[in-house]
């Protein structure tokens, strides 16, 4: 009997509707899973304002997911049906310069398994077995499908390069703002300073690791930070929001030889900001984008991160409109929105 699939799509702004697709037949080298949690994104967002930078619609959504092996392929020889798991959601061709060097981030053919309609916002998922982690105990279905998230945070931390001590600060709880915070914790850094409008969100981020909250609706974050640190600035910052005044807070807010990364998503990339404070201060902005290696990291640190109370809201699948508006809508509180089909 053939299996049919339901994958939600957002087919206009803000619009998502289903599609219904026989579970093809597996590859020797593929896996089926049952989804069981998806979490919203960030980067689903964007999709879903029909403003995402290499994403236009229609796209299935759905990358941050967990679920049960359902069948596997002739050749999966690792992967076992039944094992709980969630999924590293990128492709990558194994054959480029990048790939030969172990840096698949940067494969040149890089694609996402929703970019190709094999959206998480479903019932099953295909993937290939190299990408499939087994869940330990300490995760849940939907703790694991947060996995995603935490390595992107996991991948701008470590690019970050933070030592023992050091001062942070982080622009914009949202998810990953405050996924980095945690795992700067984790990294040994001192005071870690967190920045965004929401005041519940703050409070969130200072359960999960930060160790100051600065409202800069209410305070302006260049002397809130000039105040925390007694007027030194900051190490490293980290800008989660993808927005030009943050961009420029995150320069201004370092200490001499201190270091920007750039997280956040620019729906209008085009930026101005002092060019001079870069040689004044001999500041390094870079940016950290997805993950390479950061998945089994991720997954050992979450043994002690609360991922759980990221997440506000579930739906079941069949009200993914209703979980995409919550998302959407700033004033519902959410930080994770999770979708178990
Ligand atoms: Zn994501
Ligand atoms: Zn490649």
Known sequence: MQLMNRIGEVYEPFKVHFLERPVPELKEDEVLVKVKASAICGSDLHIARGLHPSAPLPVTIGHEFSGDVAAVGSGVTKVQVGQRVTVEPCIVCGKCDACRHGQYGYCEHISFTYRNGDGAMADYVVVKEPYVYELPDYLTY????LIEPLSVATHAVRRADIRLGETVLIIGAGAIGMM??????????????IADFSDSRLELALQVGATHAVNSGKEDLEEAVARITGGKGVDKSFECVGRESCFIQAIMTLKRNGTATVVGIYEKPQVEFPASRLVTHEIKIQGAQGYCWDFPIAIAAARDIPLEKFVTHTFPLDRLQEALDTALDGKSGSVKVVVKP
């Open 180 to 193: 980095v915070a945690a795992m700067c914790r984790r990294s040994g850094a001192a005071q870690i300073i």
């Open 142 to 145: 939907e703790t694991g499908s």
